[in-house]
């Protein structure tokens, strides 16, 4: 009997195979914060691109590669458990028929992942491959379904993992390796299955393809749902004076109403605006207020803040709230801040609205103020 | 040949100098008009610096708690740390030359500063030291 290992796993599963594994890892590293987003929206579609392939190689890979390999009844897997508690179970050329449907579960499970994140982004920025074809409330109610799903993912992998490792244990075999040179022992009559080199490079094309031309992670579209209008230079003049001049976006119309009633304590300040140019200023804050404008973040303040309220203060939103309740105070505090409301000095994008996740750029507040003179040589 | 560029040049400077304080003669004649006598830019000057007690227990305000005692310095607003361009029209060509723009922020200082309005022999004497 020939023990020498024989190509088990065709070069395209492999490469697939450490596709997603990379995919994932940069999904789930770039998840954390929203200036990582750009990253993580490319790694998610990375994976569903190569999910999409795999289903493709599905229908004409080799003999372990093929949908005909995954078809395996329940009881197939039953005995195989049994026979794994009991110390008997057999030994697979490809995928145990446990293993198989971990397989599928695990391919399901992703596709889901990519599926409702697609959702969420279109939702909550705007963009994407539903972008305008979601509804916001639908696309932000994926939210919740879409972590849970991945944190599936990760227990799935756990389970992976271990299974990999136990197999391993168990035939004296290392999976892990195969999976990256394709060999495994042979078992009595198999065969060694073709490299399909071939087809395995058209794949690393398109995916390279894909890299330089959607996915690449610069390449982000603004359609016009998500640029807010340009504002009348007046509103940049008259309430720009004292302070930036926030974006009208950022409060609710009946707050602006309410800050105009108001102008003549205005935070201590009595504004004394001419009647005419206060109605011409409280038009133009009412036309782009919070509710009627299409960017996340006046999304978020219009939805966030309850009907009774009327708040004066861009920083009492919960909205707002919300999206910085992770920063310490003294990022606040620090020089070139000084300030919660000086959203300039954080966001590089403050003066048109938009609040992207890539424009956000907080100073540290472990740096001295100012930078120490360069020493003399 | 060389003419036309010196020309063009006299031209534009003489045009921003007439911007830089243009409102200045109109306003003047106005706050006498009003009942103010001869304008006095020493006594702006000590009005500019003079503390007067905060209404809310903070630091003492003056009008140099945004902008600095010399005029031809940039300031710093003292609530919100938003920068101002230096106030003199021999720094900054478009000071004191849009009557209705002085006239806005003078009502809008002397109300935080002094808690009144100015009256126009104040007002005189603060504008004739800004453009010192």
Known sequence: ?377 | MKTLPMILALALSGGALAAGGGALPGLLAGYQAAGATAFDADRGAALWVAAQPSPDGGPARSCSSCHPADQRQAGRHARTGEPIEALSPAVVATRLSDPVEVEKWLGRNCKWTFGRECTPQEKGDLLSFINR
């Open chain 1, 1 to 377: 009997m020939e023990r020498r290992p024989i190509r088990t796993w065709d070069l395209p599963v492999r490469l697939l195979h450490l596709l997603l594994a990379g995919g994932v890892a940069a999904a789930w590293l770039s998840s954390q914060d929203a200036r990582d987003l750009r990253v993580h929206v490319v790694a998610g579609l990375l994976v569903g691109l190569v999910l999409v392939l795999r289903a493709a190689w599905g229908l004409w890979g080799t003999e372990h590669a093929r949908w005909a390999a995954f078809r395996v009844p329940w009881r197939a897997v039953r005995d195989h458990a049994r026979g794994l508690l009991r110390g008997d179970a057999p030994r697979f050329q490809g995928h145990n028929p446990l293993a198989t449907w971990a397989m599928l579960g695990g391919l399901s499970l992703l596709a889901l992942v990519v599926l409702t994140g697609i959702g969420v982004q279109a939702g909550e920025e705007g963009t994407g491959l539903l972008a305008g074809r979601l509804d916001r409330d639908r696309g932000v109610a994926l939210h919740g379904p879409h972590e849970l799903l991945a944190w599936a993912v990760l227990g799935w992998l756990l389970l992976h993992l271990a299974g990999v490792a136990k197999e391993s244990l168990r035939t004296a075999e290392n999976l892990p390796l195969s999976m990256v040179h394709g060999r495994k022992r042979p078992e009595p009559g198999a065969r060694p299955v073709p490299a399909r080199v071939g087809a395995a490079l058209s794949m690393l094309a398109v995916v390279a393809l894909a890299c330089a031309g959607p996915l690449r992670p610069d390449a982000e579209p603004a359609p016009a749902a998500v640029a807010p209008p340009a504002l009348d230079p007046l509103y940049a003049r008259e309430c720009g004076d004292c302070h930036e001049a926030w974006h009208p976006s950022l409060l609710p119309a009946r707050s602006w109403l309410l800050l105009m009633a108001t102008q003549d304590d205005h935070f201590g300040e009595d504004l004394g605006l001419a009647p005419a140019l206060a109605g011409q200023l409280q038009e133009l804050l009412v036309l782009h207020a919070a509710e009627l404008s299409p960017t996340e973040a006046a999304w978020r303040v219009a939805r966030g803040t309850p009907p009774d309220q009327s708040p004066l203060r861009v920083t009492d939103t919960p909205a707002w709230r919300e999206a910085h309740a992770d920063l310490p105070e003294e990022t606040f505090q620090s020089e070139p801040v000084r300030s919660r409301n000086r959203c300039e000095a954080c966001h590089e994008d403050a003066a048109t609205g938009a609040f992207a996740h890539r424009g956000i750029h907080p100073p540290d507040p472990g740096l001295p103020a100012d930078p120490p003179p360069p020493e003399a040589p």
